[in-house]
């Protein structure tokens, strides 16, 4: 589930950073994604969390004019409904992103996310931020606050 929820938020806020010029490029690849995921989370907090993630994306893959990927966004709807299990507490993220995908392998977020850092924890920041080649958040601007202390 870590990774479901962090590949979730990744995917749902992106937006394109290499934007090919129009007349040497061609249209844009695009795919629409809908789904939820119903799941709980153990060993992040002192206590299991339970989710509910509801995510509508696009994901755009924009081409040089032989086809070949220069870079590519996400941009849509991530909502997550995380419950504290012990206490019921409930709080709700709205992640709109976007996040920007570079052919190097690249990615950076902006906005508010809800996702996991290299060193673990479980976090929503906003701002700007660079992930690592495995979704986790790396360098971060803006405000972070441990999701754990926020549902304690």
């Known amino acids: 589930m870590r990774r479901t929820l962090l590949a979730a938020a990744t995917l749902a806020t992106a937006t394109a950073v290499l934007l090919p010029t129009a007349a040497l490029a061609r249209p844009p ?23 509910h993630v509801e995510l509508k994306i696009t994901n755009r893959t924009f081409l040089d004019a032989e086809g070949n990927p220069t870079g590519g ?8 409904w995380l419950t504290n299990a012990d206490t019921g507490k409930i709080v709700r993220f709205v992640i709109p992103g976007p996040a920007f995908f570079q052919t190097d392998g690249a990615v950076t977020g902006a906005g508010p996310w809800v996702t996991f850092t290299a060193d673990g924890r479980f976090m929503y920041i906003t701002g700007r931020m660079t992930f690592n080649r495995h979704a986790e958040a ?3 601007r803006g405000l972070a ?3 754990c202390d926020v549902l304690a």
């Open 73 to 80: 966004s996400s941009t849509g709807s991530i909502k997550a």
């Open 145 to 147: 606050r441990d999701v």
């Open 138 to 140: 790396v360098t971060w």
């Open 29 to 51: 690849e695009q795919e629409r994604i809908e789904f939820s995921i119903n799941d709980r989370i153990s060993g992040v907090c002192d206590f299991t969390i339970v989710a």
